[in-house]
């Protein structure tokens, strides 16, 4: 039964917001309240690493959000119309416009909620203080920035793959952890509502990038000393879907929120 829900809401969503691309309007105003999605989280979580729209195309889509790069080549983090690549080795770059996309999600940045964060432990804290916002409405999109000065910083990223590609919860167990102490950053931060489960991460998915652009990666811990957050409240949802073979292969209606959770976590 649960099977059969999953792909009953997959194929309405589809139906609903399959796009060739961003640009159906031009009313800034309805794409600020826009998450664009490229393919599934379960699409990845099954290996399905190949980009299918470039940086450049996903920038016209949005300037805040976060994913992953063709053959998985590390952690995303856009912000403020700039896409840093966190790499597995530990550095962070600026990919060329050209480079593939198989997974994420951005929006046109247009906070509506303000809030300041004080002495917050860690990352279940962080998660529950971001909730509190959104608890009026759990069943639209939220993306969030947290710029601030942070205690402690725990990120992975993960190396590029190659083909046959494996599962991602095989790939995240060779997964590379970095620690970062008495660091100033932001975070980016996505929420998606429980029922979106497989085509996005229910919850919040954190991803981080240091003021200098050199540190960044996906959340797996944190220490906030103080951060200002800014939440924009998005209640519009368009996904591209691949159009390949691999994809088209692909049994998404699958329950794969445990292997999920392992991938989110800590080795």
């Not at 699409?43 to 195309?57: C, F, N, P, Q, S």
């Not at 990919?95 to 432990?121: C, K, M, R, W, Y």
């Not at 993306?143 to 095989?170: C, I, W």
């Not at 932001?186 to 998606?192: G, K, M």
């Amino acid at each position: 039964m649960k099977n059969a829900i999953a792909c009953i809401l997959i194929l309405l969503l589809v139906m609903l917001i399959v796009l060739p691309g961003c640009q159906n309007d031009n009313n800034s105003e309805a794409d600020s309240e826009t998450l664009f999605q490229v393919s599934t989280l379960n699409a990845l979580m099954l290996g399905d690493y190949d980009g299918i729209i470039t940086v450049d195309k996903l920038l016209q889509c949005g300037d805040t959000g976060l994913g992953t790069f063709d053959t998985l080549d590390g952690e995303m983090i856009v912000l403020g119309g700039v896409v840093y690549q966190a790499k597995a080795d530990g550095s962070v770059i600026k990919p060329a416009g050209s480079v593939t996309v198989p997974f994420a999600a951005v929006t046109h940045f247009e906070p509506d909620v303000s809030l300041q964060l004080e002495n917050i432990s860690d990352i279940e804290a962080l998660k529950s203080a971001l909730t509190n916002p959104v608890s009026k409405n759990p069943n639209i999109l939220y993306m969030a920035t947290l710029t601030g000065d942070f205690d402690n910083v725990h990120v992975r990223s993960v190396y590029a793959q190659q083909k046959p590609y494996k599962p991602l919860a095989e790939v995240a167990q060779s997964q590379k952890e970095f620690e970062y102490e008495n660091i100033s950053g932001t975070l980016v931060a996505l929420y998606c509502p429980d029922y979106v489960s497989g085509i996005n991460l229910s919850g919040w998915h954190i991803h981080f990038i240091s003021s200098d652009g050199s540190k960044g990666g996906h959340l797996l811990d944190v220490a906030i000393k103080s951060a200002d957050a800014q939440i924009d409240i998005t209640s519009a949802y368009k996904i591209v879907l691949p159009e390949t073979q691999s994809f088209a292969s692909l049994q998404l209606a699958n329950d794969m929120q445990s292997a999920t959770a392992k991938v989110e976590g800590k080795k």
